[in-house]
Structures are given as structure tokens and as C-alpha cells.
Nanobody, 120 residues
Framework: QVQLVESGGGLVQAGGSLRLSCAAS????????MGWFRQAPGKEREFVAV????????RYADSAKDRFTISRDNAKNTVYLQMNSLKPEDTAVYYC?????????????WGQGTQVTVSS
């Protein structure tokens, strides 16, 4: 069955960095666009970044531009989110997502999420 397993979350001070990973299985990873979304307490889930199946294209939310970098390794069936200069407002559960369209709308497959907490 399809599995997306996130890792790499944790507690970090403002200004610090984290690298999230999402290991995929159960589908043809290299054929899917991969994205990251996040949900803060009391807020709706929101788009963070997406990368096309070939890594040729990426797109970021305004809040993530210049601080976050999405990448993927199709040989390892893994997508990454490098997060630098973290802010307290980045605190959220971060979810990996897979879909066949490239954009801010989520695809059909979701991971279980990993908590990122940024202290001030």
C-alpha cells in the first residue's frame, strides 16, 4: 500500500535549521509531483512547497521563499525540505504529499506528519 513517512522534525530555536525527509513506497515515486504542506494549531493546512517529478520545477509559498528548499532523490524514493532561518510562525505539523498535478493543491497521498516547533 502507499506509504509516506516523514522524519526530521523536532524542536529548534528561532534562526536554526531543520531538514525534513519523506520516504515513499507503494507507488511509482518518480512519476509523482511531491509537496510539503503544514498545519499550525487552529489553522487550516497550507501549501509550503512542491517539486515536479523530474526536479525540473519547484514552487514555494511566499512564507517559504528564500528560506526553504525542496529537493528529491528518485533513486531513494525520498523528498526533502531544508528549512533555514526558522521562525516561531513556522511551528506546525509538516505533511508530505504526492500527486499528479503541479501546484498548490494537494495530491491524493498524505503522510502522517512530523512536528516542527520553533522557539523564540
Amino acid at each position: 500500500q502507499v506509504q509516506l513517512v516523514e522524519s526530521g522534525g523536532g524542536l529548534v530555536q528561532a534562526g536554526g535549521s531543520l531538514r525534513l525527509s519523506c520516504a515513499a513506497s507503494g507507488f511509482t515515486f518518480s512519476s509523482y509531483n511531491m509537496g510539503w504542506f503544514r498545519q499550525a494549531p487552529g489553522k487550516e493546512r497550507e501549501f509550503v512547497a512542491v517539486i515536479s517529478w523530474s526536479s525540473a520545477s519547484t514552487r514555494y509559498a511566499d512564507s517559504a521563499k528564500d528560506r526553504f528548499t525542496i529537493s528529491r532523490d528518485n533513486a531513494k524514493n525520498t523528498v526533502y525540505l531544508q528549512m533555514n532561518s526558522l521562525k516561531p510562525e513556522d511551528t506546525a505539523v509538516y505533511y508530505c504529499n504526492a500527486g499528479d498535478s503541479f501546484g498548490v493543491r494537494p495530491g491524493v497521498y498524505w503522510g502522517q506528519g512530523t512536528q516542527v516547533t520553533v522557539s523564540s
